[in-house]
Nanobody, 123 residues
C-alpha cells in the first residue's frame, strides 16, 4: 500500500531547470520525513535535501545548495525537488524515500524508496 513514485526526469541542457515530483500514497506526509537522493554510475547514493513531517527542510549536499530546493503539496501528498542551473555533474538517478522518523543524510534511516527517475544534462 505504501508507494513512492518519482516523475519529471529527462534530458535538459546545462543551465536548465527541472522539477521532480515524488507522489506518496498509503501514508500521510504529516507523519513522515521525505528525502531526495541521487546516485550516479559508480558512485555512492548521495543525500540532497529532506523535508520533515512539519515542513522544515534540511540541506545536505553542498554541491546543490542554492540550486535545488525541496517543497511539498500536502493536499496532493507530493514532495517536489526544484532543480535550477543544472550542471554536467548532476546527471544521476534521483530517488525519494520515506524516513523511519527524522530527516537524515544517511540511507539507513530511510525505509521506503521510489524507483527513481533519470536526469540527464547534455548540450
Amino acid at each position: 500500500q505504501v508507494q513512492l513514485v518519482e516523475s519529471g526526469g529527462g534530458l535538459v541542457q546545462p543551465g536548465g531547470s527541472l522539477r521532480l515530483s515524488c507522489a506518496a500514497s498509503g501514508f500521510s506526509l504529516d507523519y513522515y520525513a521525505i528525502g531526495w537522493f541521487r546516485q550516479a554510475p559508480g558512485k555512492e547514493r548521495e543525500a540532497l535535501l529532506c523535508i520533515s513531517n512539519y515542513g522544515g527542510d534540511k540541506h545536505y549536499a553542498d554541491s546543490v545548495k542554492g540550486r535545488f530546493t525541496i517543497s511539498r503539496d500536502k493536499g496532493a501528498n507530493t514532495v517536489f525537488l526544484q532543480m535550477n542551473n543544472l550542471k554536467p555533474e548532476d546527471p544521476a538517478v534521483y530517488s525519494c524515500a520515506r524516513a523511519y522518523l527524522y530527516c537524515s543524510p544517511y540511507v539507513q534511516n530511510f525505509a521506503r524508496w521510489g524507483q527513481g527517475t533519470q536526469v540527464t544534462v547534455s548540450s
